[in-house]
């Protein structure tokens, strides 16, 4: 059975903090990483991908994968009231197989 | 278009009839995905089309549910006799072949009373 899992938080950081998301994976087979953000009563949108071990940032998001831990997570700099809302973690074995998700973490930045 | 078109965006059923779920995809995105997504769960995923390949069902819950696309674009998940427990959003995306994530419609909200 392939997880992915994520602390369901409320995490909470103030406005301007760095927020750290963060998700392992249970399937040594995945290739291919992403983020997604959801608002509350929305469709989840993608923020950003990754397929090779180390950072890829992408303005304030920067997303970071550990293969040999089965971790990856995502950094949020300066982060804003609007980057409040849940993120789930999504991971894929190879070409279109489905993304596996993770139940998300909800961010809350506090002005 | 320009996005995943989904229809209706709400739907309201008495428990025992059938109820049909549209998806209108990407223009040229060959894979079509159907998840559903409880309150406060996870996206669960439910059936996978690539092209003019057998679909992937491996997660449909139960012989109730069953998703068809014609022509390689829309897509139709049917619900036959819903229960309570189907109650959810129904998501719908697509890609493009290779390794990017896929993009999701705007989801139907299934309520069985």
């Known amino acids: 059975q392939k997880e992915v899992e994520q602390n369901s938080g409320p995490l909470s950081v103030p406005e301007g903090a760095i927020a750290s998301l963060n998700c392992t994976y249970s399937d040594r087979g995945s290739q291919s990483f992403f983020w997604y953000r959801q608002y509350s009563g929305k469709s989840p949108e993608l923020i950003m991908f990754i397929y090779s071990n180390g950072d890829k940032e992408d303005g304030r998001f920067t997303a970071q994968l550990n293969k040999a831990s089965q971790y990856v997570s995502l950094l949020i700099r300066d982060s804003q009231p609007s980057d409040s809302a849940t993120y789930l973690c999504a991971v894929r074995n190879s070409g279109n197989t489905p993304l596996v998700f993770g139940k998300g973490t909800r961010l809350s930045v506090i002005a | ?113």
């Open chain 2, 1 to 113: 278009g320009a996005g995943v078109s989904q229809s209706p965006s709400n739907k309201v059923t008495e428990k025992g009839k059938d109820v049909e779920l549209r998806c209108d995809p990407i223009s040229g995105h060959t894979a079509l995905y159907w998840y559903r997504q409880s309150l406060g769960q996870g996206l669960e995923f439910l059936i996978y089309f690539q092209g003019n390949s057998a679909p992937d069902k491996s997660g449909l819950p139960s012989d109730r549910f069953s998703a068809e696309r014609t022509g390689g674009s829309v897509s139709t998940l049917t619900i036959q006799r819903t229960q309570q427990e189907d109650s959810a959003v129904y998501l719908c995306a697509s890609s493009l072949s290779g390794m990017r994530g896929y993009t999701f419609g705007s989801g139907t909200r299934l309520t069985v009373v």
